[in-house]
């Protein structure tokens, strides 16, 4: 049975060195102040974006949106629509500098998604099932749009990967809808005559979607290339590649947003003396500043974690490999279907088994949780969630939940619970080797790809899950290493538990076949 080891002679003296914790102390404070002010300029740039506009909230045919427009805007309406697993909140690079150029801009969220309380329902195997559905949708909101703000003229649509399919079938079917800017595209409506005119901006690092743009370019110009615009007599269609960027980066690339607004100052007439600012490189530093923070403000919290000895190779395998396997197949092979979130079952009897066989293995080789430190895991909790998430969910992504889904995440929490407090213990309780916690890690996630490979039609949104839960460990990770390393690993596997199952909670859409 593995024992606790005391810190040795060395440690303790360089511990014990007042030199030592100056330097520490005073290392403290300038990563506190830097990244205060790092946060106030990042803060005070993203305001910038929203300066002299009027933001507002609204319901249109059962449908939360944002209208973002000047106190006496008057220009056309845009309406803005999302990806999948995305909310109106991510489309803020786009509508805010349309807003600012005087456009009266209408972002929504559709069925499932963000603050929709309703979810998305039908067949999504067919056209006529749930795409149909986000068709009619989206067509409700554009009639209310027109109605509430008593324009007449062509309404342009705006979207984003899902959404650009259910923006230009929308199109086809109402004869006023003019100009089309479709982000990281596809759609097999798309023909030679069919949208008449249409901006397709793809992401640089997405090559089968730059592939559809070109393509669409073709069906007029078999010549065209990436950069050109092709018109007839009756159509003017472009494509271009936004550099630097992929399939969520491109909407905060301020090529593609600058050329979104010059398409439509284009097709109306207009002109436009706006410079879409940089608000991706400023939510970055802003969400960065946030975890730096976390160190200096973990190093308060009271000192009650106690050293855990290493795993030995052997261990350490045993603990990463039999769950990885065995969690997958079992979880499968029960196929629950009772979450109206999809994949939400399987991933939660995954997360479940995943860390009770680990917290097994562990418990076996002499690891123990330990006690629970209730300071650092409610510290953990509100910087994780009210602090990185309010600034998220303001700049960038919806991560606050409908009353719909708080049962939802309670039901992930039971699972995600286990699984971070294995995963806490066996990277160590924050003091692990940097190639263990890289281990670990991919241990979870080849064990996510081994479930899509066993069930692909039912289990391939899991593939999208993956990147969700990469972006969790790099970021909540890192804060959680840092409660474990001060208060232990059962603070920061509860408190990383709870995020977890927020942070799927609120990411996936809401789906009732039945509906």
């Known amino acids: 049975m593995a024992r606790p080891r005391k810190p040795g002679p060395a440690r303790r003296k360089r511990s014990a060195d007042p030199a030592l914790r100056r330097r520490m102390a005073l290392w403290r404070r300038g990563t506190v102040l830097v990244a205060l002010l790092l946060a106030l300029l990042s803060l005070w740039q993203l305001e910038q974006a929203r300066r002299g506009l009027t933001l507002q909230t609204l319901t249109a045919a059962e449908t939360p949106v944002t209208r973002a427009a000047l106190p006496d805007a008057d220009g056309p309406v845009v309406i803005v629509a999302h990806g999948f697993a995305g909310s109106r909140q991510m489309m803020q690079g786009y509508a805010l500098p349309l807003a600012q150029a005087g456009y009266r801009v209408w972002s929504f969220d559709f069925h499932g998604h963000g603050r929709n309380p309703h979810p998305m329902t039908g067949d999504v195997t067919v056209i006529e099932g749930t795409t149909m559905r986000l068709v009619d949708q989206t067509r409700a909101v554009i009639a209310a749009a027109r109605q509430a703000e008593g324009w007449t003229g062509p309404v342009a649509l705006l979207g984003h990967s899902m959404a650009t399919d ?275 890690r991919a241990g979870f996630l080849a064990s996510l790809g081994l479930a899509v490979a066993l069930d692909p039609s039912d289990l391939f949104f899991l593939v999208l899950i993956a990147p969700v839960i990469l972006l969790f460990y790099v970021i909540y990770g890192l804060m959680g290493r840092w409660v474990a390393q001060r208060s232990g690993a059962t603070a920061a596997g509860l408190g990383l538990g709870l995020a977890l199952a927020w942070a799927l909670g609120v990411s996936f859409p809401l789906f009732s076949a039945t509906g």
């Open 166 to 440: 259910i923006i230009i079938r929308a199109a086809a079917a109402d004869p006023g809808i003019g100009p089309i800017v479709a982000i990281s595209a596809f759609s097999q409506a798309v023909t030679a005559e069919f949208p008449a005119d249409m901006l397709l901006i793809s992401g640089q690092g997405e090559p089968p979607l730059r592939d559809f743009a070109l393509s669409a370019l073709h069906m007029i110009d078999p010549a065209a290339q990436e950069g050109d615009t092709v018109t007839t007599a009756t159509t003017r269609r472009a494509a271009i590649v936004a550099p630097g960027v992929e399939h969520v980066g491109v909407l905060f690339s301020q090529t593609g947003q600058g050329a979104a607004l010059d398409w439509l100052d284009a097709a109306y007439d207009r002109k436009s003396d706006v410079t879409p600012p940089a608000t991706g490189a400023w939510l970055a530093l802003l969400l960065a500043a946030i975890v730096a923070l976390a160190w200096p403000l973990s190093r308060r919290l009271p000192k009650t974690a106690t050293p855990i000895a290493p795993l030995s190779t052997c261990q350490f395998a045993l603990a990463l490999l039999l769950p990885a396997v065995i969690a997958p197949v079992v979880a499968v092979l029960l196929g629950l279907q009772t979450l109206p979130v999809l994949v939400a079952d399987h991933l939660a009897v995954h997360l479940a088994l995943y860390g009770a066989l680990q917290l097994a293995i562990l418990w076996r080789a002499g690891l123990r949780p330990g006690p629970l430190a209730p300071l650092a895991t409610i510290a953990l909790i509100l910087w994780g969630l009210a602090v990185f998430g309010m600034a998220l969910d303001r700049y960038g992504a919806n991560y606050w939940p409908t009353p719909e889904r708080l049962w939802i995440i309670t039901a992930l929490a039971l699972g995600a619970v286990p699984f971070m407090l294995g995963d806490a213990l066996i990277t160590g309780a924050g003091r692990g080797t940097w190639a263990r916690r890289i281990l670990a």
